[in-house]
């Protein structure tokens, strides 16, 4: 007899299997563009040099100790993270609207944010784009809502974002529905609505009484410019809008493993906040009942030392371009194939992924052919690609769709 008999062995999660298929394969010519995961030119993960200099500054301060946080964290840190994302001067901030809670990355963010609404909103029904990152239906699950939903958001045929079927489905959800937006570089698609689309969306939002929750992974990772591409979140604030955002660092700041993140909360009226901290303080309680400090500093002292904030903004810019000669690189080789099909898409998306198009057939190709590793819904992560190797990828793209 065991209390653990019978319990199913669930599909493994299929970004980390595809990387451990990766790390197995022994093949000399393999291309890991599973794990959304930033590397160098060398193939290399990338320390910033800013996230260096800061650490050995941390280590050399004496009044540093390894004491327990407050349960909502280290204050300065989400006050630095709230005012990156909503911009310094952001009226909700001065107006005393807007605070932030230091929660375990995105993720912790997302599970936290998902909790408090459910538990205390009453909130029980969640809207996620059609396609989203694989984590959004289990984090709102496993936070107690009832029913996860999708909304429409990619058009496949023409590679771009269906904004007539999404506001369609977001006129059809019930008032206080949550809807998870993107706020930048949408993973996997890697395709934003414009500018006037993210209006269009606004209007819906409230028309509709829907509830916001922006996530944010990719701040200043995805254009090079921290400001641009938090717009679509100040622009919902600059309409009234009330929300709560969870942000991770974990991509930015190359900071994967130190589990960083901030739920930033913007309200109407500011008598409730009072109210959500003293409640979230029980969901923090029990679940992490504190956060780590490591990390945390490390961001802090980054944004709030001008001279430090100039090298990272240096580093994303790093990132980004990088990232952006890739796409260049393997259209352009893949259009000197004269591979079937069109291939701008891949310059047109922004962030470190592209939705190819290549479907499940063509991706098993790629993998068990060529050992070009990528998501089976056609996601590769273009960090994965270097100026070694994309022609490689390129030619195995090409004999695939052939
Ligand atoms: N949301 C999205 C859309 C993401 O792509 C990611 C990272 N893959 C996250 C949230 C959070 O990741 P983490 O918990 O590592 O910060």
Known sequence: MSFFAGIPEAAPIEVFHMNNLYLQDTSANKVNLTIGAYRTEEGKPWVLPVVHNAEVALANDESLNHEYLPVLGFDAFSKAATALVLGEDNPAIAE??????????????????????????????????????GNHKLVFKTAGFKEVRDYTYWDATNRRVDIEGLIKDLEAAPERAVVILHGCAHNPTGMDPTQEQWKQICEVVKAKKLFTFFDIAYQGFASGDADADAWAIRYFVSQGVEMVVAQSFAKNFGLYNERVGNLTIVVNDKSTIAGIKSQASLCVRANWSNP???????????????????????????????????????????????????????????????????????????????????????????????????EYVAKAIDDVVR
């Not at 995105?106 to 969640?126: I, W, Y």
């Not at 893949?334 to 063509?362: A, R, V």
């Not at 819904?377 to 070694?388: E, Q």
């Open 292 to 390: 780590p400090a490591h990390g945390a500093r490390i961001v802090h002292k980054v944004l709030t030392t001008p001279a430090l904030r100039q090298e990272w903004f240096d580093c994303i810019k790093a990132m980004s371009s990088r990232i952006k000669e890739m796409r260049a690189a393997l259209k352009g080789h893949l259009e000197s194939l004269g591979t079937p099909g069109t291939w701008t898409h891949i310059t047109q998306q922004i962030g470190m992924f592209s939705y190819t198009g290549l479907n499940p057939d063509q991706c098993d190709q790629l993998i068990q052919k060529h050992k070009v590793y990528l998501l089976r819904d056609g996601r590769i992560n273009l960090c994965g690609l270097n100026t070694k190797n994309v």
């Open 96 to 133: 005393g609207r807007a605070f932030g809670i230091q929660c375990l990355s995105g993720t912790g963010s997302l599970r936290l944010g998902a909790e408090f609404l459910h538990s205390q909103c009453k909130m029980d029904v969640v809207y996620v784009s059609k396609p989203t990152w």
